[in-house]
């Protein structure tokens, strides 16, 4: 094993030098222009193993990624907030082309006003686009998730972005394990995908269709994306056996007589794992995976501990409802015989998470009208 | 109390100074020129507007003491069309970078000059992405090196006026940080142009690109700038082979066209009569 000391960025680029990538298309946005930058220098240095291609905007890098991946390319882009956004209309288009692409998202809040704090929003925003998306909370787990990302996303003929927050992962160094890169081409493996467009083999892509077909297509995604499920299980004890660590989609820390399990994705989970010895009773779930929905594997989870409680930490809100883990945990436990209570920690607009609001949110009981929504700001 | 003092005050917001840009920077020459150009306008000050995209020359918005709108990455022309569409009595100003501008902004920049709508168009081109740390724009002159760019960029880059004169624009001129005073004249000039107007300010930027590209600092880089650009009128009587590798400043096109947003609401009271 080789420890390197990498930021979040450095070690999404390290996986992506490391993941046999024909084609690496690029626009900066803070906070994820290290990804780019990285990987434009192993391309200086030829050792990218592939062409990157800085283009004039990120409509067009993932236009571009697009382009490629239907001619058979292994594919990469990342960005950040705005930038995702404005890609909106083609993340949809790759999903229904049903072409591989593996892409980051550090997350960044979206303006207006401008603002550079890891607010969710911008990758949450992009739920219903069909592609796969996996929250990480640390510059390993960033490394690893973007390789198996590849296995996934080339099996299931769906794209999958790689999600992790800006600053406190993006640019925070620890010492990450990477593995030879003749190993992690290994694990990865030959493309399991056909190009599209196949010179001497002329077809023509996407064209008009109806409802009565869009919708054959549309479940035909659906039932894809479940998929990968059971396949995240599978790549796992592949990876497990390659590089003795894997992964759960909902992972958990619940010490024996929990009464209060915190849900959180990305960063945020290191913070309540480092905080649990202090916390009573309570437990930890991260929620790795978050489309596909693991509801049945998060149930599972909260029935086996007889949860009370749950707080969900949100660093986002759906304006008009609330924090979207939230809403989308209190779906998965409509048909939970005992379904615990489910409170929200809204950080929206990407605040810090410390210690002393997880004390806090602890002290204050859900009474009232929405008392079962809190804002960071007023518990910090 | 000096002109200068006078125009701090009553065009700057002081409480937000000081500035974030870098040592060098000339993003405050620009941001100097254009206030004083609006004072040689002799605009009413209510009715003056910025508009800026983001990058680091969009952040001048903040300073200026107007009406100020930051809003999306080479969006700003957009944003400014409709404010000027529906106040036609507004000046615009709108502040871009040359990567604002030209990359995701380039469809709303022909589009633009396109209509001929009277924004005042103020690019500062210090030819990188300056904000985020340093990646090639396309006004990056080929060969010159980025961090998307390692070895030197491939690309070749555009030439903003001749691409908004290609366009439609009726006012085209190119002033340099160096020369701060043709800079305010150029943009006084197209305040008082009606129609789309742009001008490029050739700008330094030492950290993101001087540095990289080994042009030495601040004082190398202006100095540059100002022995390889020579203006319009001078060149006019030169051989094109002495003007090799030069670049010329000052009014490059200046014509008349019918503007967009006066021909609109002509039309409408046309209709309405």
Redesign the interface.
Known sequence: MAYEMLSGSQAAAAAVQRAGVDLVAAYPITPQTAIVETLANYEAKGELGGDFVSVESEYAALACCYGAAAAGARVFTATASHGLAYMHEVIHWCSGARVPVVMVNVNRAIGAPWCLDPDQGDSLSQRDTGWMQIYCSGAQEVFDTVLQAYVLSESLLLPCLVVFDGFYISHTYEAVDIPEKEKTLEFVGEKRFKPQVVPGNPVNLHGLTTGDNQILLVRNRHESMIKALDLFKQVNKKFEGYFARSYKAVDSVIPPGSKTVFVAAGSTVETIRWALPGLKDCGLIQLRMFRPYPAEELCAVLEAHDVERVIVVDRNCSIGMGGIFSQELKAALYNMENPPIVEDLLLAGGIDLTIDMLHRVLETTAEGKNADQKWGVDVR | MAVIEQLTQDFLRTKKLPHIWCPGCGNGIVTAALVRAIERADFDQKDVVIVSG?GCSSRAAGYLNFNTL?T???RALAFATGLKMARPELKLFVIMGDGDCS??G?NHFIHSARRNIDLNAVIVNNHI?G???G??S?LTPVGKKA?????G?L?REFDLLKLARGAGATFGARGIAAQPRQLEQLIARAAKHKGFSVVEALSPCPIAYGRRNKLGGAVEMLREMKDSSISVEKASSMDTSELEDKTLTGVLFSEEAPEFSEEYHKSINKENA
């Open positions: 983001i930051h999306t990455h080479g990359a995701i380039g992405y904000m985020t740390g990646q090639h396309p961090t998307t760019a390692p070895r960029t690309e």
